[in-house]
């Protein structure tokens, strides 16, 4: 806690350079996420092979993975980037399956009823009912990539493990507890934030 009271603007600084690559990170990911997982939800055998492929992803340690981006994209923050849209997909396209996959048919079929195209009824009816899930998918992502994103500062790819990982270089324990300390509650407050945007989109 010293280290948090003696450089408020430094860790602050990380902690909003962190916060804007796990944002960003999120963003392309959906990108990616949203089209496999509404391809997915209409072919039941296609989504299993595509969330067994992303589990499989997903279960690659992120340093291992980091290493092999680094050997192709260097240092910084590109490796950091494309291994936290990496491991987001199997977060995000799951709970998207998921949500278009519980709405309740007779909706849909009342939607068909009135002469509403596949696209209406996928706009209008399927993603807001399935809006709740799929922001329940988000916040897990989320969540899981504020930690990943640590390993940011061991690639020259800024964030709050800047200071961990300089803290471990330098056996600095104040430093590895501010690193850590901030990380949690940078988790925290996110995983509040998206809980009440979750809960005002289910009522």
Known sequence: MNYLAAHPAR?????????????????????????????????????ALLLGALGALYTIPSLALLA?????????????F???????????????????????????????????????ILRRVEL???LPVMLGGVRVAAIAMIAIATLAGYVGGGG?????????????NA?????????ALLAI???GALRTVESVARR
Do not use: C, K
């Not at 199997?90 to 195209?117: E, K, T």
């Not at 709050?160 to 600095?172: D, E, M, Q, R, Y």
């Not at 430093?175 to 990380?183: N, P």
């Open 175 to 183: 430093m590895i507890v501010a690193g850590s300390i901030s990380a």
């Open 68 to 80: 092999v981006l680094v050997r192709w994209l260097g240092i910084g923050y590109w490796p950091v």
């Open 11 to 47: 860790v602050l600084g990380l902690a909003a350079a962190h916060a804007g690559l796990v944002g960003t990170a999120i963003a392309a990911a959906l990108v990616i996420a949203l089209p496999l997982g509404i391809y997915a939800a209409r072919r039941p055998r296609v989504a």
């Open 82 to 120: 494309v291994a936290l849209v990496a491991y987001a997909q199997f977060m995000l396209a799951r709970n998207i399956v998921a949500g278009i996959n519980g709405v309740d048919p007779a909706q849909v079929d009342a939607a068909r009823g009135l002469g509403m195209s596949s696209f209406e």
């Open 189 to 191: 407050a996110v995983d």
């Open 160 to 172: 709050l493990g800047v200071l961990i990982f300089t803290g471990l270089a330098l056996h600095n």
């Open 128 to 130: 807001p009912q399935a």
